[in-house]
């Protein structure tokens, strides 16, 4: 069975950090492109980053370039994000998520992709 278990959200005032974490199990996790995507409330779900099997490469939304941080436990088969900086416009629930390729880009909902339940960040003073 595939599992995707996201940690670390909370409650924090701007400018804060927090660090989420997501442990998995149940797929190869080591072999894996895997992404962070959120959602706020009334919105639609928006990717936030990615990161490659290995971790030397990975990248990242506009909105959150050089105030996120994504990283990976390949032994411990865990994916991470530190967020930085943090905005009221953070505030969302965040995904981990192992997207699919298709159409000539990852995506994160539909057949072939998982995702977990979410882990709730909230920006606010």
């Known amino acids: 069975e595939v599992q995707l278990l996201e940690s670390g959200g909370g409650l924090v005032q701007p400018g804060g950090s927090l660090r989420l974490s997501c442990a998995t199990s149940g797929f190869n996790f080591r072999t894996s492109v895997m992404s962070w995507v959120r959602q706020a409330p009334g919105k639609e779900l928006e990717w936030v980053s990615l990161i490659f099997s290995e971790g030397r490469y990975t990248d990242y939304s506009d909105s959150v370039k050089g105030r996120f941080t994504i990283s990976r436990d390949n032994a411990k088969n865990t994916l991470y994000l530190q967020l930085n900086s943090l905005r009221t416009e953070d505030t969302a629930m965040y995904y981990c998520?192992?997207?699919?390729?298709?159409?000539?880009?990852?995506?994160?909902?539909?057949?072939?992709?998982?995702r977990g339940r979410g882990t709730q960040v909230t920006v606010s003073s």
């Open positions: 998520t192992r997207p699919a390729w298709s159409g000539g880009r990852y995506v994160h909902e539909g057949p072939n992709t998982y």
